[in-house]
């Protein structure tokens, strides 16, 4: 079965900062692009940052450039996004997205609530 668990996600003040993470399982995991979308509340969610199979590439959305990054661990199945600087505007659940060819996965989410 596949599984995309997402964890990591909570309430947290402007300016902090905050790890999440994607565990993967039933599939092969290395053979896949990932990606982090987000959803905030009466938004269409959005593509926030993606890594190629090897980790060799990486794309960020413009909002989250120089305070995001995502990586990956392939020997982990697990993908993280690290938020730095967070702002208001980040308050989102948070998806993992796994993607190669005709397959399409995603996890259930994380919510990530940035307030004083």
């Known amino acids: 079965e596949v599984q995309l668990v997402e964890s990591g996600g909570g309430l947290v003040q402007p300016g902090s900062s905050l790890r999440i993470s994607c565990a993967a399982s039933?599939?092969?995991?290395?053979?896949?692009?990932m990606s982090w979308y987000r959803q905030a509340p009466w938004k269409e969610r959005e593509l926030v940052a993606s890594?190629?199979?090897?980790?060799?590439?990486?794309n960020y959305t413009d909002s989250v450039k120089g305070r995001f990054t995502i990586s990956r661990d392939n020997a982990k199945n697990t993908v993280y996004l690290q938020m730095n600087s967070l702002k208001p505007e980040d308050t989102a659940l948070y998806y993992c997205?796994?993607?190669?060819?005709?397959?399409?996965?995603w996890g259930r989410g994380t919510q990530v609530t940035v307030s004083s």
């Open positions: 890594i190629t199979s090897d980790g060799s590439s990486r």
């Open positions: 997205n796994a993607r190669r060819f005709g397959a399409n996965y």
């Open positions: 039933g599939f092969t995991f290395s053979l896949f692009h």
